[in-house]
């Protein structure tokens, strides 16, 4: 199973996120679930690591691990809520309609 942990703060935008571990939805390579946490993750990633306001430091300590944390100055605050938002959304319908495969938790910080 994907496991997927997010942080939001006090204003509710994205402090925080972990994925691990595989989905066994399908074989390694052709699994569509693990396919879709890496693609959300991966591109908020991308997304948020050059954005004005925005500083994040992503972790890849192993394989099927990735880990990112994010802060911000008041100028990047609704960029990252956003993110933080859509990230949210994809997600959670991952493990709504692939609940033996993805699940979600939301912690506030």
């Keep these: 199973m ?4 997010i942080a939001v703060d006090d ?19 052709n699994d569509i ?4 946490v890496s693609v ?11 954005r004005a306001g925005v500083t994040v430091d ?3 300590p192993e394989p099927g691990f990735l880990e990112m944390e994010a802060d911000y100055r008041e100028e990047g605050r609704e960029f990252l809520s956003a993110s933080g938002e ?3 959304e994809g997600l959670s319908s991952l493990a709504e309609e692939f609940p033996e495969n ?5 912690r506030r910080i």
């Design 11 to 29: 204003a509710g935008v994205l402090r925080f996120f972990r994925a691990s571990g595989h989905a066994g939805q399908g074989r390694n390579g």
């Design 40 to 50: 959300l993750v991966r591109t908020a990633v991308r997304v948020l690591s050059g």
């Design 102 to 106: 993805c699940s979600l938790s939301i």
């Design 2 to 5: 994907v496991e997927v942990e």
């Design 86 to 88: 859509f990230l949210v």
């Design 33 to 36: 679930v693990c396919a879709a």
């Design 58 to 60: 992503c972790r890849a």
